[in-house]
T-cell receptor
Framework: QKEVEQDPGPLSVPEGAIVSLNCTYSNSAFQYFMWYRQYSRKGPELLMY????GNKEDGRFTAQVDKSSKYISLFIRDSQPSDSATYLC???????????FGQGTILTVHP | GAVVSQHPSRVICKSGTSVKIECRSLDFQATTMFWYRQFPKQSLMLMAT?????????EQGVEKDKFLINHASLTLSTLTVTSAHPEDSSFYIC??????????????FGPGTRLTVL
């Protein structure tokens, strides 16, 4: 069993839809949770960074962490075609430590 | 956010040659840099972790003599693929962290280097 599970999709939604992306994990030591967006042939770009449980909002993006269920989510409101990318969840026991990534979910937002 | 650059962005080389890839943190000091490789449609695979001024820590299964990592300063790390073979063709991505001068202590990624070995 992988430490971090993420549905690879692909996920296709119409423009304006609310997108929900999720990851589950098994290592209870994870304290820091991140979401990265990666466009084709580019490096990952940090979208959201959360410490421990709770919600965090930044513009159209909301990250949720439920440590009791070992479950994290990323919501994208009013999705745009420019949101089409691969979304990677990542987590770590420490702020500077190595990250454990999910497989990535391929998202396509069509006009 | 923090800026991490990589050079070159793309390199094509002949089998048996060595290739050096540079990773620079442009606006912050990175005490730790990470090197990943990524195959098409797959997630990132951590190769090694390097701390400034000390030897890199390699992940299991990664040949340290083949993938030489140097982290000589707080803003520069290099990955040298020695005696490259076609199976080394991949997308290599570095990341940097350390928090000095940054608001968020996490990893910031470079744009990646696509290596093709003929």
């Amino acid at each position: 069993q992988k430490e971090v599970e993420q549905d690879p999709g692909p996920l296709s939604v119409p423009e304006g839809a609310i997108v929900s992306l999720n990851c589950t994990y098994s290592n209870s030591a994870f304290q820091y949770f991140m979401w990265y967006r990666q466009y084709s042939r580019k490096g990952p770009e940090l979208l959201m960074y959360t410490y421990s449980s709770g919600n965090k909002e930044d513009g159209r993006f909301t990250a949720q962490v439920d440590k009791s269920s070992k479950y994290i989510s990323l919501f994208i409101r009013d999705s745009q075609p420019s949101d089409s990318a691969t979304y990677l969840c990542a987590m770590s026991p420490t702020s500077y430590g190595k990250l454990t990534f999910g497989q990535g979910t391929i998202l396509t937002v069509h006009p | 956010g923090a800026v991490v650059s990589q050079h070159p962005s793309r390199v094509i080389c002949k089998s048996g040659t060595s290739v050096k890839i540079e990773c620079r943190s442009l606006d912050f000091q990175a005490t730790t840099m990470f090197w990943y490789r990524q195959f098409p449609k797959q997630s990132l695979m951590l190769m090694a972790t390097s701390n400034e001024g000390s030897k890199a820590t390699y992940e299991q299964g990664v040949e340290k003599d083949k993938f030489l990592i140097n982290h000589a300063s707080l803003t520069l790390s290099t990955l040298t693929v020695t005696s490259a073979h076609p199976e080394d063709s991949s997308f290599y991505i570095c990341s940097a962290s350390g928090g000095r001068g940054r608001d968020t202590d996490t990893q910031y990624f470079g744009p990646g280097t696509r290596l093709t070995v003929l």
